[in-house]
């Protein structure tokens, strides 16, 4: 077993040697020190231009927690746009992201230890006595429980943990007695009734007031969670444990954790993405490292680092062979099917993967992390942020981004582990990309669409807790710091908890040592320590010489196979099976193939040509199974070449005074008028039209004519509204919803269709704003009168010269100015409940219009295709990089394929039993598809 004294650090087996940090756990395990390995490469970062940068990181921290703590505070998160408090209950409902916000001062208590990171031990000692006086942990709210945990219980603790050590400095905190403790014990045994199940995985959520099983709990019948929902708790449970002595919540983390690993699918060694909380049943198999099982990988190596538990690195280890085996294609890292891993199950990555390069770091494997981060930086650069998800050709898949921390967090773990200076250049880059598209008047927005530029009425409390403390992290020297980072470790929020809690209350870890764990052998530790001969063989330049070749993988790669085929998977001299993006239904060498595979072609009447398959009919089991991967792949890349079809939102850029291009509204296109995406954006003054919604012939024409009209939603059709805008000399239109409260924050956009007829007439660009994103403009015409805006595909860079009028000391006095306003006006909105996911991509819709208008002919295709499951036509892929042309329709057909007397040639596997598996692949797509992030 482990010894004593800071958990076990780089593995007995592998000799200690400079410059790696032996200090047991600092956030990176076993991290070389960054200044004494780089030689050459990148140019070196001046010691100045770090202090600029960190006092930079140190100002933005400032603008969103003095933001906060001004607009928002009690509120658990500041809406930035609005210059409000997110308090849940009066806002449109965001679904399962609102499960944050308990009504506890998320953003403050989530910010806590990173004031002390930040030097900022005043507030730090302000905002503590604030959580001690105004927090309340007991309000009847549902929360989730793996949110509570790492945000509030965590910021609790990493609060806790350096008020001590400001005591103990003896400066600051002199009055602190436990109280922040006192508070996680509280909430701690808040969340315990969450774990009253069979198998000891929690209920992904808990009433703080009334628990789980109570009638007026609301909650407590769900059956599934996420695998990261379930294993991300030993962290804060274990150091709660061990700094109160009572030992029950060390014990409940510990259980969840055995209950998921005795559940890895034992051949492939994965776990999938949610599990049956009472049967323990895998109900999504997909594995990747991101969304839904991110952190439970995480916690297994951070556990053994601060619990200093043999049992948690063996346990890692093997998933991280399976990872390295079967989820790692450098510099991707892609999802597969835990029972069939040689299979990807997606063709997209999440933008919560961008920690496992940290995390690698950690273990101590820098090429892959290398590789990785390089990859996700190209992404970055080319959008500016990281898309929520994006495809294998690197193209955007989910187009929002809520200011994660992950790619900051990686970088920096790389920084230290490389010295190599080029990671201090891409937090330059972060830096600027946050001040340049993100920064608000009042405070930071999330992003709503990287394609525009568009924002969201949100500031995530992890903005504060995790990417400041990296970005910090990143520019300062030892000294910057009042205490030393190497003595703590960081939890999935960065929080802080110190290594000695390992050798302090370690009854559990004794108590639960059974026999399977024993001493490790060498072979754990394989990994976990690399020499620096290993990692940097006498060249400085190691970490560059990996990234070199990657430098255009972004660029320019093309559309990629939608499943990947690994070499092992193909018979011995036989072919690849023929890729659903390279079949061309006039080659008759595919059609052999398609045939032999039990594919047939039947040419419809249209011109199109339908693809089905009997799986019976196939040649063997192995031509079935890719049949029906080609199949699968056709159905996938029709729902891709679909959604392309489809315009992407636009973007109202706010560009007067006090804006100044800061605030980006998400809108939506229409299908007529000019295609801002073609031609140079429209610029303007606006002006309400009278009639306010467009209907008639205006009666203000002199009001706007050459500006931008502002006309509201209904009536009658929206391609009449232009005509009529455009006949009075406007030169662009904004339709403004008459849902009261409606927003893109929660209802998806779609496109404006025309009216049927012929809209070449229409001239002018006309966009959609739900009624939150119009009543910022509304309202601000109210305060300022002269409002302009720019309307385009993309937000374009603010105006520096506008800026510059700009008075630094009266800058804030305008911006809060211009946020009260639109802060009383929103309060006055009356919101309605809408409980729509958040989509990127855009449905069309005819104008809400009474029921005499005539609107089923200007519902367009994309309409009635919007469920791609259900999308039966496709177009060819755009792109010189791809050869396929031709308008396909699939359909899989499967209910003559399950006769168990087949049995085929070589391989006997019972084609029914395929199809299920098969069946299951499809349906696990299927669910992927619809979920969120
Ligand atoms: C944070 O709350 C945590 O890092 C969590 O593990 C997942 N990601 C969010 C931020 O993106």
Known sequence: MSEAGGGRGCGSSVPQRAPWS????????????????????????????????????????????????????????????????????????????????????????????????????????????????????????????????????????????????????????????????????????????????????????????????KPEARTGTETDTCTACAGTLILEFAALSRFTGATIFEEYARKALDFLWEKRQRSSNLVGVTINIHTGDWVRKDSGVGAG??????????????????????????????????????????????????????????????????????????????????????????????????????????AQHPLRPEFAESTYFLYKATGDPYYLEVGKTLIENLNKYARVPCGFAAMKDVRTGSHEDRMDSFFLAEMFKYLYLLFADKED?????????????????????????????????????????????????????????????????????????????????????????????????????????????????????????????????????????????????????????????????????????????IVSHPFFGRVVLTAGPAQFGLDLSKHKETRGFVASSKPYNGCSELTNPEAVMGKIALIQRGQCMFAEKARNIQNAGAI???????NEGSSSDTAPLFQMAGDGKDTDDIKIPMLFLFSKEGSIILDAIREYEEVEVLLSDKAKDRDPEMENEEQPSSENDSQNQS??????????????????????????????????????????????????????????????????????????????DSNPNVSWGKKVQPIDSILADWNEDIEAFEMMEKDEL
């Open 293 to 398: 099982i991110d952190s439970y990988y995480e916690y297994l190596l951070k556990a053994y680092v601060l619990l200093g538990d043999d049992s948690f690195l063996e346990r890692f280890n093997t998933h991280y062979d399976a990872i390295m085996r079967y989820i790692s294609q450098p510099p991707l890292l892609l999802d597969v099917h835990i029972h069939k891993p040689m299979l990807n199950a997606r063709t997209w990555m999440d933008a919560l993967l961008a920690f496992f390069p940290g995390l690698q770091v950690l273990k101590g494997d820098i090429r892959p992390a290398i590789e990785t981060h390089e990859m996700l930086y190209q992404v970055i650069k080319k959008h500016n942020f990281l898309p929520e998800a994006f495809t294998t050709d690197f193209r955007v898949h989910w």
């Open 819 to 896: 946020a009260e306003q639109i802060t009383s006006s929103s309060q006055e909105v009356d919101l309605v409940d809408q409980e729509s996911p958040e989509e990127s991509s855009l449905n069309s819709e005819p104008e809400s219009s009474p029921a005499d208008m005539d609107n089923a002919a200007s519902v367009s295709a994309s309409e009635q295709n919007s469920n791609p499951t259900e999308n039966h036509e496709t177009t060819s892929l755009d792109g010189e990089c791809t050869d396929l042309d031709n308008q396909l329709q699939e359909q899989s057909e499967t209910e003559e």
């Open 22 to 213: 032996l200090v047991a756990a600092t956030a990176a395990f076993c991290l070389v020190s960054a200044t004494s390995v780089w030689t050459a490469g990148a140019a070196p970062m001046s010691r100045e231009e770090r202090q600029k940068l960190g006092n930079q990181v140190l100002e933005m921290f400032d603008h969103a927690y003095g933001n906060y703590m001004e607009h928002a505070y009690p509120a658990d998160e500041l809406m930035p746009l609005t210059c409000r408090g997110r308090v849940r209950g009066q806002e449109p409902s965001r679904g399962d992201v609102d499960d944050a916000l308990g009504k506890f001062s998320l953003t403050l208590i989530d910010s806590l230890d990173t004031l002390v990171v930040l030097n900022k031990t005043k507030e730090f000692e302000d905002a503590v006595r604030k959580v001690l006086r105004d927090v309340n942990l007991d309000n009847d709210v549902v929360v989730s429980v793996f949110e509570t945990n790492i945000r509030v219980l965590g910021g609790l603790l990493g609060g806790h943990s350096l008020a001590i050590m400001l005591k103990e400095k003896g400066e600051y905190m002199q009055w602190y007695n436990d109280e922040l403790l006192q508070m996680a014990k509280q909430l701690g045994y808040k969340l315990l009734p969450a774990f009253n199940t069979t198998s000891g995985l929690p209920y992904p959520r808990i009433n703080l007031k009334f628990g789980i099983r």
């Open 481 to 653: 710091i009042i205490f030393d980072i190497e003595d703590y470790i960081f939890t999935t929020e960065a929080h802080l908890l110190p290594l000695w809690l390992s050798t302090t209350n370690q009854s559990i870890s004794k108590k639960n040592t059974t026999s399977e764990y024993t001493e490790l052998d060498d072979s754990n530790f394989d990994w976990t320590c690399p020499n620096t001969q290993i990692l940097f063989p006498n060249d400085p330049l190691y970490a560059q010489s990996i990234r070199e070749p990657l430098k255009n993988v972004v660029d320019k790669s093309c559309p990629r196979g939608i499943i990947r085929v690994r070499e092992e998977s193909f018979r011995s001299g036989a072919k690849p099976p023929l890729r659903a993006r390279d079949f061309m239904a006039t080659n008759p060498e595919h059609l052999e193939i398609l045939k032999k595979m039990g594919v047939s072609l039947i040419h419809l009447k249209d011109g199109r040509v339908q693809l089905v398959q009997h799986a019976i009919q196939a040649a063997s089991s192995i031509d079935a199974e890719d049949g029906l991967r080609f199949m699968q792949e056709m159905i996938e890349l029709s729902s891709q070449q679909q959604k392309e079809q489809q315009l992407p939102p636009r973007a109202v850029q």
């Open 732 to 738: 662009g239109g904004i339709v403004i919803d008459d």
